[in-house]
Each structure stands twice: as structure tokens, then as C-alpha cells.
């Protein structure tokens, strides 16, 4: 297993001390949030996408890519109705793109959901439509830069477009894209009638990202979810990627987080 952690969980250290944190626990990887970064991607230069990249080699971190794409933004709507709104935000997805390169990241999540969400009225088939729509305007850019962009179904409770891993994967044959795949999230999964486990493996075809968390909004292992049988999943279906924490709920600090999550994983791995 390859396991990552996102940034924002260290809320409002500098990103050196992030890095350094990061892989004394163990964790090679780091994912994140562009917001930590910025108000938008394009504030950060080009010497600065340098600096912290080389500061998270430094530390023996990669940087693996972004996620929490649109979040703490305005204009940008997946599924708007405007095809003005969609192509700002295609092309906003496209600057998303080679920051992720110039980071030496490979991937991103697009979850943002209250940036995808669907206005009263408008159905998962329009929907659809007009995120393949959004989406045709980065394709160029995530060739270029090989990097992936991951669709993240999340729960009803926090959006109402793309809530099933199911709907993720038909929204992918629809994009038939080689670098938009499927991004797949323990505390979202939970909501789904079946387990974990079994959602794993009946949408392998276009699965490339894992977050690790619990449906209490705390990382693996902070709650009642058992994580042996998703370990076995993951490698049943061969998956190579790497498995992120992501929380919500920064109880009780940074430390403890990073450490415990780490800790746990690894006594749940095959």
C-alpha cells in the first residue's frame, strides 16, 4: 500500500513542516487542496508550484495531486445551465491541470459539491450532459500534463449529482476518456446499500483513487468501520494507487490523525 494524506488536515502549518510531518509517520504521499494554497490556482506562481514541490522532495514526499477542486471558489459550476459557466469552468479545470504537473502530481479529485449540484428540476441524464460538456474543455490539458482527473460520487446528504459509485462509473463510459476515472471514498460509500467492500469490486473497471475515512468524518480506524475487509477488496481488484486519508473532523490534532490513520491501515493490510 501507498498511503498518502491531505494537507488541509494540518490546518495552517506551512507547507515544509506538512511534508516533513507527513513522512515521519510513514506517509509518501501528500494530496492537496488548492485552497491551502491560494484563492485560486493562478495565484500560485510558477516559482512558488517549484518551491513546494522541491520542498516535499526534500522531505521524502511526492506530491500526488489536488482534490477539493472548485471548493471555496465562485463562478465555476459543473453543471450549469450557462455554457458560458461551464467552459470558465472546464478551462479553470484545465489550470487545475498543470498545476498538478508543475506540483509533480498525477491526479485530481473533483468532488466540490456544491459546485456540481443540480438545479430543481433538471435530471441526472441533463446533468450528465452538460458535465461531459464542462469536463470536454480540460481533456487537452490532463493529455498533456498525463495527468487524471478522478469523478467522486459523495452522499446524498452533501450533494444531489453523482451520489453512487455506479453513477461515477456510467458518467466515465460517457466521458470514454483515458485520464477521467473513478474515484472511490470510504465515508461515501458507507451510504450505499451494499458494503464497502462490494462497491470496491463491482465498479473496478474505472477505479483509480482512494480516500480513507470513517462515515463519522474521522480518519480509518477512528470509528466503528473495519477496514480489513476493504483492504482485501482493494486487493482483490489489483489496485496499485495510493490510499489517502481525508477528514472532516480535525479531533483531537493534526498528530494524532496522521499517526493513528497510518497505524491502523497498516495493521488492517493483506
Not at 491531505?6 to 513542516?17: I, L
Not at 501528500?30 to 522541491?54: G, H, K, N, W, Y
Not at 464542462?134 to 452522499?155: F, I, N, W, Y
Not at 482512494?210 to 489496485?239: C, K, M, Q, S
Amino acid at each position: 500500500m501507498k498511503y498518502a494524506i491531505c494537507n488541509e488536515t494540518f490546518e495552517g502549518w506551512d507547507h515544509a513542516r506538512v511534508c516533513a510531518r507527513a513522512a515521519e509517520f510513514g506517509y509518501t504521499g501528500l494530496e492537496v487542496a488548492p485552497f491551502t494554497l491560494a484563492p485560486l490556482i493562478t495565484d500560485v506562481s510558477a516559482a512558488r508550484r517549484t518551491e513546494l514541490r522541491r520542498q516535499a522532495e526534500a522531505a521524502g514526499v511526492s506530491i500526488i495531486g489536488l482534490h477539493w477542486l472548485l471548493a471555496k471558489t465562485t463562478g465555476f459550476h459543473l453543471t450549469s445551465p450557462d455554457a458560458a459557466v461551464r467552459k470558465k469552468t472546464g478551462e479553470y479545470l484545465a489550470e487545475l491541470t498543470r498545476a498538478t504537473a508543475d506540483l509533480g502530481g498525477t491526479l485530481m479529485v473533483l468532488g466540490s459539491p456544491f459546485q456540481r449540484n443540480l438545479d430543481p428540476g433538471v435530471s441526472t441524464a441533463e446533468g450528465d450532459d452538460r458535465a461531459v460538456d464542462t469536463l470536454s474543455h480540460c481533456l487537452k490539458a490532463l493529455e498533456d500534463g498525463r495527468v487524471t482527473l478522478c469523478l467522486e460520487p459523495l452522499t446524498t446528504a452533501e450533494t444531489n449529482y453523482l451520489t453512487t459509485a455506479a453513477e461515477g462509473t456510467a458518467l466515465c463510459r460517457r466521458v470514454a476518456h483515458p485520464f477521467v476515472k473513478l474515484h472511490l471514498d470510504v465515508k461515501a460509500m458507507s451510504s450505499e446499500p451494499a458494503p464497502v467492500a462490494d462497491t470496491i469490486r463491482a465498479n473496478r473497471e474505472f477505479f483509480h483513487h482512494f480516500h480513507a475515512n470513517d462515515p463519522n468524518l474521522r480518519g480509518p480506524g477512528f470509528g466503528a468501520t473495519d477496514f480489513r475487509p476493504i483492504f482485501r477488496a482493494l486487493a482483490d481488484v489489483n489496485y496499485t494507487g495510493w490510499v489517502s486519508v481525508e477528514v472532516f473532523d480535525y479531533k483531537p490534532d493534526a498528530d494524532t490523525i496522521a499517526r493513528e490513520s497510518i497505524r491502523y491501515m497498516r495493521e488492517c493490510a493483506p
